[in-house]
C-alpha cells in the first residue's frame, strides 16, 4: 500500500488540500476570527503544509513551533477543536481522499488535542 502522504496527493495535492482547509476556517463561524486575525497567513499556510507532509510520511521537515507552543494562551475550545477537524475532513473529501485515508488524518489529529485544546 502506498503511504499516507502519497495517498493524499504528495506534495501537490497536500499543498491544495492545505489552501481548502484555510479557505474553510475562514468561512466557519466557529473559528474564522481565530483566522482573520493572523497576521501572516502564507507562513501558517507554509507550516501547516510541512506539518502535514512530515506527519503523512513525506520527505519534509517540519520548521514550525510545536504545537503546544504553537496554540499556547489561545484557550481553544472542544467546540474549535472539532470545527477544525470538520474543516479537515470536508477539504480531504473535496480533493477525493478516500475514507480509510481520511480516517488516518483524523487519528494523527486526534492524538494532538492534548497539546491544543486550553494549553
Ligand atoms: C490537531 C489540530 C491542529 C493542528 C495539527 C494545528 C497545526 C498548526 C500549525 C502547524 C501551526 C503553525 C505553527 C507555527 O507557526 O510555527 C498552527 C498555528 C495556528 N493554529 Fe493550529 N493546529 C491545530 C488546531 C488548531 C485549532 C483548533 C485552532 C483554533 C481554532 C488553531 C488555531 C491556530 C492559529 C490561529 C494559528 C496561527 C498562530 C499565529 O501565527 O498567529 N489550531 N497550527
Redesign the pocket.
Known amino acids: 500500500m502506498s503511504s499516507l502522504y502519497e495517498r493524499l496527493g504528495a506534495a501537490d495535492g497536500i499543498r491544495r488540500i492545505v489552501d481548502d482547509v484555510i479557505a474553510n476556517?475562514l468561512l466557519n463561524p466557529?473559528?474564522s476570527v481565530?483566522?482573520r486575525?493572523?497576521?501572516?497567513l502564507p507562513?501558517?499556510k507554509e507550516?501547516?503544509f510541512?506539518?502535514f507532509c512530515m506527519?503523512s510520511g513525506g520527505p519534509q521537515s517540519?520548521?514550525?513551533?510545536d504545537?503546544r507552543?504553537?496554540?499556547q494562551g489561545?484557550n481553544?475550545s472542544e467546540q474549535?477543536?472539532l470545527?477544525?477537524?470538520d474543516d479537515i475532513v470536508a477539504a480531504l473529501h473535496k480533493h477525493g481522499v478516500d475514507d480509510s485515508s481520511c480516517n488516518e488524518v483524523v487519528a494523527i489529529?486526534?492524538a494532538?488535542?492534548g497539546?491544543?485544546?486550553r494549553v
Open positions: 476556517h466557529v473559528v481565530r483566522f486575525h493572523v497576521k501572516d507562513h501558517l507550516m501547516a510541512q506539518f506527519g517540519y520548521q514550525g513551533k504545537m507552543s504553537a496554540h489561545m481553544i474549535e477543536y470545527a477544525v477537524m489529529l486526534y494532538l488535542k497539546e491544543v485544546i
